[in-house]
């Protein structure tokens, strides 16, 4: 392998940077994509000349066919997987169970789904709980596409699902048939393994000890560990839970050690590891980042180390793992093997050298972070430290000796530090510290960053350069965080309003925060452990944007499907003044909410303002007291960047009184009222205001059919121009001096 490696025309690293370029062409062609991959090869005309470019063309070559046939054959699977499954194989490892929800992937006519079903009975729910055998199912049930990216910045669960292979969902509704079947393909053995150790341990440890051992010994963390687990995320800690690094070192060097010990050839056991990591992979769910810390221990074992053994690694991981700069964990595990590589602190004692790499990792992660997430945690960088030390050093090692000598006696006793370990973690994160939020970088914007910190690592003793590049590097975090625009959002936050507006000089209003509407009352086991609508939708994107603080919240009326994430906004966000009705005091869950945040509201009146895009906003309703419903709402009218807006929220009757207060008011844009049911938008009112463009926020698939039909003729017959979220996304007027408008979808 040395040899091949010395026999390359350029150094391995280099030839990676332009496999990359090219794999982006391939799998996310843009102008962008297309002109760093242009750029490459004319740069290695001008420095290495037109034999090594000659000579590294082939291998392009071979892979731009290889990408191409990945590319065709994912077009190709996704057009032969059939709308209709009678009969689905049960990948065992992949059950998850949440209340009366169960889902799994399963395989139907050799394709892969990922399946969903509401669980009839709590007998029905113990028995996928603790199955842990090959099943196949014989069903009644729907296939259809995945749900899309439905924000600006948002996920895209569409096409997480394409790069696992993935092209439908289904959705069960009848299990006629269980039966049990056989497994010759060692993936099911490795699958059902996994599975049955998992069941092992979540029946026989108590939590919270069981979801750490399932996490550090397999990679699986259930929907039970998801407070935690959202702990340790806004900690910016999550990734200790990524097996990787010294995890798959311990058992690589442990399995080694044992062999060598016991006499066997180095050679022999070089290729018993090959066996071994194959078999690790599959017991942890072939992650991305264990594949690629398999990977990069045989390559050391071979003695390529450094930039050469990640380079390897990468190439390899083209072949066997296609897809795997295509998610958030393959690009940060493979990020973080980069600078470990890249930098070299050997000259420093121990832990000041752990602790010094940590520090240069996470400011050369920083960039890729905030990409992803956009925000950064000021303790990360200390917590990681101290956490990597107790997850790779005490609590992996512990936790195997525990597991593997539980059939001889199950140790449960230590399930006490475990409750120590989240009580300090929800002791750091009660302290008040919030995460940075800087916002989502543009592409261009990312890649001048990792450039410049690369150069100031380079530089980093000249101190000229070094200012000019802290400099520049401070600059762009500024821009990100404080884009010079103004924008007004209609966020898709599903049946319920939020809508945005920013504008140049920072200033923040937000009108509504969304919810859901509890309808059906549960048994306990039925049960769901689930994320606030506002944490999906809303929240992600305000972060994207760079938002950390609302000055102005507006909640139009009391209804849950406007108010009812209140909570979850205050817990992540800053909020100054909060405007409300009268009307809505009435209600004895806002004014809980209201309470417990501490934020006493300012009670609206007709001609109160909001400062906003150099205009405001005026409350142009209620002008009494109501009681806080649809017809309670608080509407604001104003003119910003030369368009009339009107916000109603979910007003109906009240559009009559409100256009005898106003008989002359002029409308450009229209946000329709009560997510454009047959009761708003009355024709007298559209008459009257005269709006070119209606903006409808409305569930997909609501259950009160939203918006109606005769609202939308409506507006088709005065031909006003609908955009509307069930439909199109999330909807941005955005601009500095004249808005653009754009849709997600």
């Known amino acids: 392998m040395l040899q091949l490696i010395k026999k390359l025309p350029l150094a391995p690293i280099h030839l990676v940077v332009l496999l990359l370029s090219l794999y982006f062409v391939m799998y996310r062609l843009s102008v962008l994509s297309g002109l760093i991959l242009v750029g490459l090869m004319a740069l290695l005309w001008v420095r290495q000349g037109k034999k090594v470019c000659c000579q590294i063309l082939p291998i392009l070559a071979c892979f731009f066919l290889f990408f191409g046939f990945q590319c065709?054959?994912?077009?190709?699977?996704?057009?032969?997987?059939?709308?209709?499954?009678?009969?689905?194989?049960?990948?065992?490892d992949s059950i998850q169970v949440n209340g009366d929800s169960l889902s799994f992937r399963g395989i139907s006519s050799g394709h892969l789904y990922t399946v969903f079903y509401q669980l009839k009975s709590q007998e029905e729910q113990r028995y996928f709980k603790s199955l842990s055998s090959l099943i196949r199912l014989e069903v009644e049930a729907v296939v259809s596409e995945p749900e899309g990216q439905r924000n600006f910045?948002?996920?895209?669960?569409?096409?997480?699902?394409?790069?696992?292979?993935?092209?439908?969902?289904?959705?069960?509704?009848?299990?006629?048939?269980?039966?049990?079947?056989?497994?010759?393909?060692?993936?099911?053995?490795?699958?059902?393994?996994?599975?049955?150790?998992?069941?092992?341990?979540?029946?026989?440890?108590p939590s919270p000890m069981r979801h750490y051992m399932t996490g550090l010994l397999f990679g699986d963390l259930d929907k039970e560990f998801d407070q935690m687990s959202d702990l340790y995320s806004s900690l910016g800690i999550i990734h200790l839970f990524a097996l990787s690094g010294m995890q798959v070192g311990f058992f690589v060097d442990q399995f080694r050690s044992l062999f060598l010990r016991l006499g066997v050839r180095k050679e022999i056991v070089d290729w018993l590891q090959v066996l071994f990591s194959f078999i690790y992979a599959g017991l942890t769910g072939f992650s991305v980042s264990v594949n690629r810390s398999l990977l990069q221990k045989m390559f050391a074992n071979m003695g390529i180390t450094k930039l050469d053994n990640i380079a390897c690694t990468?190439?390899?991981?083209?072949?066997?793992?296609?897809?795997?700069?295509?998610?958030?964990?393959?690009?940060?595990?493979?990020?973080?093997?980069?600078?470990?590589?890249?930098?070299?602190?050997?000259?420093?004692?121990?832990?000041?050298?752990?602790?010094?790499?940590?520090?240069?990792?996470?400011?050369?992660?920083?960039?890729?972070?905030?990409?992803?997430?956009?925000?950064?945690?000021?303790?990360?960088?200390?917590?990681?430290f101290f956490f990597s030390f107790l997850f790779d050093v005490v609590l992996l090692p512990g936790l195997s000796f525990v597991f593997l000598f539980s059939p001889l006696a199950k140790l449960t006793q230590v399930n006490f530090l475990f409750v120590w370990l989240e009580s300090c973690i929800q002791w750091v994160a009660g302290l008040g510290l919030k995460p940075w939020i800087f916002g989502k970088p543009t592409a261009v914007c990312l890649l001048v960053l990792l450039a410049v910190l690369l150069l100031l690592h380079d530089l980093y003793q000249n101190p000229k350069w070094c200012i000019l590049l802290i400099s520049l590097v401070a600059l762009l975090f500024f821009i990100i965080k404080y884009p010079v625009e103004n924008e007004v959002t209609v966020v898709d936050v599903g049946q319920g309003d939020s809508i945005f507006l920013r504008d140049v000089r920072g200033r923040t209003v937000l009108i509504d925060v969304g919810g859901k509407v509890n309808v059906v009352s549960k048994e306990p086991w039925q049960e769901r452990a689930s994320q606030a609508n506002a944490e999906r939708t809303l929240i992600p994107y305000l972060r994207s944007r760079g938002v950390a603080r609302i000055d102005y919240l507006v909640l139009t009326h009391a209804h849950a499907d406007h108010v009812g994430d209140l909570m979850e906004l205050a817990r992540e966000m800053d909020i100054g003044n909060i405007y409300i009705s009268e009307g809505s005091t009435t209600s004895k869950d806002l004014t809980e909410m209201l309470q417990t945040i501490k934020k006493p509201p300012h009670l609206v009146k007709v001609g109160d303002t909001i400062?906003?895009?150099d205009g405001f906003l005026r409350v142009l309703y209620p002008n009494h007291k109501g009681n806080g419903g649809n017809n309670d709402s608080v509407v604001l009218y104003g003119e910003l960047l030369q368009i009339r807006f009107l916000f109603t929220g979910d007003l109906e009757d009240g559009e009559l009184e409100l256009i005898k207060r106003y008989p002359r008011l002029s409308v450009d844009v229209l946000k329709a009222g009560h997510h454009g049911s047959r009761g708003s938008s009355y024709p007298e009112f559209l008459?009257?205001?005269?709006?070119?463009i209606a903006l409808i926020s409305a569930g997909k698939h609501n259950r009160y059919e939203h918006p109606h039909q005769e609202?939308?003729?409506?507006?088709?017959?005065?031909?006003?121009?609908?955009?509307?979220?069930?439909?199109?996304?999330?909807?941005r007027f955005r601009g500095w001096k004249k808005w653009k408008i754009e849709t997600v979808r």
Request: hydrophobic share 45%; with cysteine.
């Open 153 to 205: 910045n948002g996920f895209d669960y569409r096409d997480y699902l394409r790069t696992q292979g993935i092209y439908k969902t289904v959705k069960i509704s009848k299990i006629e048939k269980i039966e049990q079947r056989g497994a010759w393909n060692p993936l099911d053995w490795l699958s059902l393994v996994r599975r049955k150790a998992l069941v092992y341990i979540k029946e026989q440890f």
């Open 72 to 92: 065709v054959k994912a077009v190709l699977d996704e057009a032969a997987a059939p709308t209709k499954v009678s009969s689905l194989t049960v990948k065992p």
């Open 687 to 692: 008459d009257a205001i005269s709006p070119r």
């Open 611 to 613: 400062p906003i895009c």
């Open 314 to 384: 990468i190439i390899l991981s083209f072949l066997v793992m296609p897809h795997f700069l295509l998610t958030t964990g393959g690009v940060l595990s493979f990020a973080y093997a980069f600078l470990l590589a890249v930098f070299d602190f050997e000259d420093l004692g121990h832990y000041k050298r752990i602790l010094v790499e940590s520090v240069a990792i996470s400011v050369g992660i920083l960039p890729l972070f905030i990409y992803y997430f956009y925000s950064f945690h000021p303790l990360s960088i200390l917590l990681t």
């Open 711 to 731: 609202a939308l003729q409506r507006f088709q017959e005065r031909q006003i121009q609908v955009f509307r979220t069930d439909e199109q996304g999330a909807i």
